[in-house]
């Protein structure tokens, strides 16, 4: 029987040096958050797979690695259809699961909820470097708050959570559904076309104006509307700061300025960013390209922008939607997520260190030692251990110069060598 | 299209109370098992089918949740067979997993190999009160020391964790593989018979000698080798002290007492037990029917007792060969698995809370607060933050009573309002 090595397609072992980092984050994180009131949940890894392939997920779906039916239920005779063999799905992030766990346990949970999540999602994605097949997200969500509170919260607790991971100057780029559709609106577009639109939108940074004023025309929407609708973006150029963008739109759209976007991103522009609000050396910028992919975004829509990185280190938005698929009322909610292994990877290129690590002690046992010369030995450690230090008892090696540099290169700072009484 | 609200069938959702503890339960864990030199690791949920079913999985491997293969080569035609159409399961404990992690990543780890792995788990049992179909198991692991160097190691860091958990006076009983076989060999079983013999032993403490005595003579087994195995047991009963229970064990087996172990066993009772060794209130006691059901047991094999629950909450054992089977050359390996699941029940019944929680303050924002008192708001909430307070901001609601009783609930012992000014 031939065992496998290499763990599955797409996934990965993690070793000791990033598995400690990723704890220390993951405990950054959740005391940042908690400090703020938000609550830790857990909801399991799998769900049915008529709640994950519910349309909301958009491209995830596809992704999705199902689960068997088991025993009795598993009918593999005749003609087989896949939905007919399959009852859970493996997760493809944590709204979803978010969704339904608000919705199962409402009567329980405190109004407004403010979930903190962290765990494992799966997406039968082609492996690609740096992008793999299981990831950690980290989201927080508040369900029940309508109004731009929520947002404000938000995002104020992830800068912080960014800030105590050493993180500074970071962006936090914003812009709202509804603007988009708004400013597309004021354009001329028909509404049936608005997420083609906004698909070949999201390239702008990537193809520029002319690149997107071809593909829309290649697309066959009208010439008049596409540079109605350019216009905007040309008027927008270079405008980051919140306020100031909303007055040059509100001046070009005249009625077709919807309102309550407007009001909303400049206050949450101006009290996210306020000197004693703000826990993180961080900048609030508009950008009206900003689509966020997912189908369910109903009202404001941010993305985290670290500047060694060009891609999107986390996002997030209101979602007034989805919850009440589940619940079957209208429940009003928000989410932002942090990329959890961009964060690493920036990490991890950093060498960022983790502060106030414990002394770490080895000590080495020769074969020769007697039983209670073991024994000294071992109080010893115990004694080393409750003044703090972390201390690793070992057998002394052969070749004890490679023992030593391999502890060295592992942070142990002292090594004490127990050798047999002559 | 109906989303459905409960979790799937044997697993649950975690509310914030529970997740919290869990997330301070696991913390404590990681801390004390770093603070004896094991290092985290982490490894995928999914793992290559045919490593799971490998026969070391005993009854696990029939619980695997089974992962379908996916776009073309997922092939539904003509006669469908289970193991054509699935490539992946879902794991069912750490140990595969680290056994197979330690092969692929050997060159790149320090050896002896000190892993720490918390994680969930999956086995598609028939849902019981308790028992769950997702659960967390918590291990340790020492790969690469042959000697019972391993085991002390184990069972101190062990008992201080669950110590650093407010447990006292909770029993680790200990057996060995080795003396299980030379009990059998010596009363004369043969060597094909020990499964099925011990797995009747192992329910001694339910059924009582007389009833091991029937099932054994049901089974078959011959009357001499039952009597003669059963007048260990009896010269053994109370004895609870290692050392004393071997002596006896020695002085009964003559010969067919495995030496190995029993020096293993006794050692391993002296320095565990050692005054300024343990750091645990526990005691370390003898038990001649302890088996572990896993197969892949080789030498010592313990378990923890503790006093409420009659039931194990957590063991383990060496186990010499299973790593070998991924490695392709002989690695002893031992381990040690806390019941996390177990654990948590038991704080949560005890109504254990929480050391050193930082203070909570709830800030209720009445509805007509204008922008700038909204912003004094936030700037107040900031401020508590940073001198190391929980700050929860939300708007008053209109059952202020009620509110404020759901917020003392959570701990919230401080409450701001804050009105508009008239």
Same mark, same amino acid.
């Given at each position: 029987?031939?065992?496998?090595?290499?763990?599955?397609?797409?996934?990965?072992?993690?070793?000791?040096?990033?598995?400690?980092? #990723?704890?220390?984050?993951?405990?950054?994180?959740?005391?940042?958050?908690?400090?703020?009131?938000?609550?830790? $949940?857990?909801?399991? !890894?799998?769900?049915?797979?008529?709640?994950? +392939?519910?349309?909301?997920?958009?491209?995830?779906?596809?992704? /999705?690695?199902?689960?068997?039916?088991?025993?009795?239920?598993?009918?593999?005779?005749?003609?087989?259809?896949?939905? *007919?063999?399959?009852?859970?799905? $493996? #997760?493809?992030?944590?709204?979803?699961?978010?969704?339904?766990?608000?919705?199962?346990?409402?009567?329980?949970?405190?109004?407004?909820?403010?979930?903190?999540?962290?765990?494992?999602?799966?997406?039968?994605? #082609?492996?690609?470097?740096? #992008?793999?097949?299981?990831? @950690? %997200?980290?989201?927080?969500?508040?369900?029940?708050?309508?109004?731009?509170?929520?947002?404000?919260?938000?995002?104020?607790?992830?800068?912080?959570?960014?800030?105590?991971?050493?993180?500074?100057?970071?962006?936090? /780029?914003?812009?709202?559904?509804?603007?988009?559709?708004?400013?597309?609106?004021?354009?001329?577009?028909?509404?049936?076309?608005? @997420?083609? !639109?906004?698909? /070949?939108?999201?390239?702008?940074?990537?193809?520029?104006?002319?690149?997107?004023?071809?593909?829309?025309?290649? =697309?066959?929407?009208?010439?008049?509307?596409?540079?109605?609708?350019?216009?905007?973006?040309?008027?927008? +150029?270079?405008?980051?700061?919140?306020?100031?963008?909303?007055?040059? !739109?509100?001046?070009?759209?005249? *009625?077709?300025?919807?309102?309550?976007? &407007?009001?909303?991103?400049?206050?949450?522009?101006?009290?996210? %960013?306020?000197? *004693?609000?703000?826990?993180?050396?961080?900048?609030?910028?508009?950008?009206?390209?900003?689509?966020?992919?997912?189908?369910?975004?109903?009202?404001?829509?941010?993305?985290?922008?670290?500047?060694?990185?060009?891609?999107?280190?986390?996002?997030?938005?209101?979602?007034?939607?989805?919850?009440?698929?589940?619940?079957?009322?209208?429940?009003?909610?928000? &989410?932002? =997520? $942090?990329?959890?292994?961009?964060?690493?990877?920036?990490?991890?290129?950093?060498?960022?260190?983790?502060?106030?690590?414990?002394?770490?002690?080895?000590?080495?046992?020769?074969?020769?030692?007697?039983?209670?010369?073991?024994?000294?030995?071992?109080?010893?450690?115990?004694?080393?251990?409750?003044?703090?230090?972390?201390?690793?008892?070992?057998?002394?090696?052969?070749?004890?110069?490679? %023992?030593?540099?391999?502890?060295?290169?592992?942070?142990?700072?002292?090594? /004490?060598?127990?050798?047999?009484?002559?």
């Amino acid at each position: 029987m031939a065992l496998k090595k290499k763990p599955v397609n797409g996934m990965r072992d993690i070793l000791p040096e990033e598995a400690y980092l #990723r704890d220390y984050v993951t405990n950054v994180i959740k005391e940042t958050y908690r400090s703020f009131g938000f609550t830790p $949940i857990e909801t399991p !890894l799998l769900e049915e797979i008529g709640n994950l +392939s519910n349309d909301q997920g958009g491209e995830n779906e596809k992704l /999705i690695f199902k689960v068997l039916k088991r025993g009795e239920k598993l009918d593999l005779s005749g003609d087989v259809r896949e939905e *007919d063999i399959v009852d859970y799905g $493996i #997760r493809y992030d944590l709204t979803v699961p978010l969704s339904r766990f608000f919705a199962n346990n409402e009567n329980d949970l405190k109004k407004p909820f403010k979930a903190l999540q962290i765990g494992p999602v799966f997406r039968a994605d #082609r492996p690609q470097k740096g #992008r793999y097949r299981e990831f @950690t %997200q980290c989201d927080i969500d508040i369900i029940g708050e309508p109004s731009y509170l929520a947002e404000c919260e938000l995002i104020t607790a992830t800068s912080k959570a960014l800030s105590a991971l050493s993180f500074k100057g970071f962006k936090i /780029i914003i812009n709202d559904r509804r603007l988009l559709t708004g400013m597309a609106k004021y354009a001329g577009f028909p509404d049936d076309g608005h @997420t083609k !639109l906004f698909i /070949i939108l999201d390239k702008l940074d990537k193809i520029g104006l002319s690149g997107v004023r071809d593909e829309l025309l290649e =697309s066959g929407f009208s010439k008049d509307s596409i540079e109605k609708y350019l216009s905007l973006f040309e008027a927008l +150029s270079g405008k980051e700061d919140v306020k100031e963008a909303l007055l040059i !739109l509100e001046e070009k759209m005249g *009625d077709s300025f919807p309102k309550d976007a &407007g009001d909303d991103l400049s206050r949450i522009s101006k009290i996210v %960013q306020s000197e *004693d609000v703000k826990e993180a050396d961080f900048r609030l910028v508009f950008d009206p390209t900003l689509v966020r992919g997912m189908g369910y975004y109903t009202g404001p829509v941010f993305e985290i922008r670290i500047e060694e990185l060009s891609i999107s280190c986390g996002g997030g938005g209101r979602y007034d939607n989805m919850v009440g698929l589940f619940s079957g009322h209208p429940t009003p909610a928000c &989410g932002f =997520s $942090i990329g959890f292994e961009r964060i690493i990877l920036l990490l991890k290129e950093r060498g960022f260190v983790i502060p106030g690590d414990a002394k770490k002690i080895a000590i080495l046992l020769d074969k020769g030692l007697s039983e209670d010369e073991l024994m000294e030995a071992y109080k010893e450690a115990a004694k080393l251990r409750k003044e703090g230090n972390t201390v690793l008892v070992e057998r002394l090696q052969k070749n004890k110069k490679f %023992q030593k540099e391999i502890l060295t290169n592992e942070g142990y700072s002292e090594v /004490i060598e127990k050798w047999q009484s002559r």
